[in-house]
């Protein structure tokens, strides 16, 4: 069950705060080669000087996630950004993302400064997840294990059990399950349903969507299809069902990105942020990529498989933050350790899980 009782074709994302927000983000001006640039030869140098490293999202645009790599830095997703982050020896982090990534970057590297080209660059589950309303919840619930995805802010992980990325919330929840417990899952009512559909768990749902993963159609998959029968669907699980019962992988960003190269087919429908395209084509180059359709024959999208969010991460924006040391992200030292619990587990969980696979081999 889910936190209302909303029906299910009804669109999660679309609530009055998320449109609010949506409301706020800039026109996204037309490119100038000359003035990026400049503007990349001066984030270079000033990495340099002031010993810090860039970690992109893969949801950012291309230039950006060159950036990253060109001057050692890192292209991933959110965890994999923090946990790069906290390993490598840099004083400064500067996070290319939406700003639970920054906040997540902070609770791994507290004793580092962590800037983002802009504080403003949010997420429609983390928006559809204040605090306030979801500990209320969690406290309607209280014999139930609250796991909260990745996707929220600071102060919600800190009240949750555990915190989980898309590739290993399955393993999680059956490992809850084996145990007896129950669960409250947040935010994303997609992702909570693949799981639920896959575990059988016991789980009732925070009501939120991603604006992006929403807005992909069944209908329009189908006649897609129909235009590339040889093409496999690459779907990430914050889809709707209806996209996810025609994929042939379901799966995390990594996870779509080495089907994409280890798949013999040459085509692929891609069911999410088409920011992906940029690595998958750098590791799969002889592959053709089709963004799945994002609306039916007489809809209109609002992130058209693009996060407007996302796109507010500018060179220029990360030029003057680097330069001003300007869109600090600081979590509380208190918050942060709180936070920093479920977060511990769900690393523990991974290491001991690939530890027991490699004992497999």
């Known amino acids: 069950m889910t936190q209302s009782s909303a029906q299910d074709n009804r669109l999660a994302a679309d609530t009055l705060l998320v449109r609010e927000y949506l409301a706020e983000v800039p026109h996204k001006p037309e490119p100038d080669p000359t003035e990026n640039q400049r503007y990349r030869d001066a984030i270079k140098a000033l990495l340099k000087e002031r010993n810090a490293t860039l970690v992109a999202h893969y949801y950012t645009d291309p230039e950006i996630q060159a950036l990253a790599e060109e001057t050692g830095g890192m292209v991933s997703d959110s965890l994999e950004m923090a946990r790069f982050g906290r390993d490598c020896d840099a004083d400064v982090l500067v996070v290319a993302g939406v700003r639970f990534m920054g906040e997540t970057a902070s609770i791994l590297s507290p004793d580092k400064t962590v800037l983002m080209p802009t504080t403003a660059a949010t997420c429609s589950l983390d928006i559809a997840c204040p605090i306030d309303k979801f500990s209320a919840f969690c406290d309607q619930h209280p014999d139930r294990v609250v796991v909260v995805y990745a996707n929220t802010s600071a102060a919600v992980k800190a009240r949750a059990d555990w915190v989980v990325t898309s590739s290993i919330a399955l393993d999680v929840v059956e490992h809850l399950q084996d145990q007896g417990k129950k669960i409250l899952w947040a935010p994303d009512r997609h992702l909570g349903h693949y799981i639920q559909h896959k575990t059988g768990a016991d789980m009732i749902l925070w009501d939120a969507a991603c604006i992006v993963h929403e807005e992909f159609k069944a209908k329009g998959l189908m006649d897609m299809k129909a235009l590339y029968p040889d093409a496999k669907v690459l779907a990430h699980p914050e889809s709707p069902s209806s996209v996810l019962a025609m994929a042939d992988v379901i799966g995390s960003t990594s996870q779509l990105i080495k089907a994409a190269v280890e798949l013999p087919e040459q085509t692929f429908i891609v069911a999410t942020d088409q920011g992906i395209f940029y690595k998958m084509q750098q590791q799969a180059p002889d592959k053709t990529l089709i963004v799945a359709p994002t609306a039916g024959n007489d809809a209109s ?61």
Do not use: H, T
């Not at 924006?317 to 330069?323: H, K, Q, V």
């Open 301 to 361: 999208c609002r992130s058209c498989a693009s996060c407007p969010w996302m796109g507010m991460n500018s060179l220029q924006a990360m030029y003057e933050s680097l330069r001003d040391g300007s869109n600090r992200i600081q979590v509380d030292r208190d918050l942060a350790a709180r936070a920093m619990v479920p977060l511990q587990r769900m690393l523990d969980f991974s290491q001991q899980r690939q530890l027991a696979v490699k004992g497999k081999a």
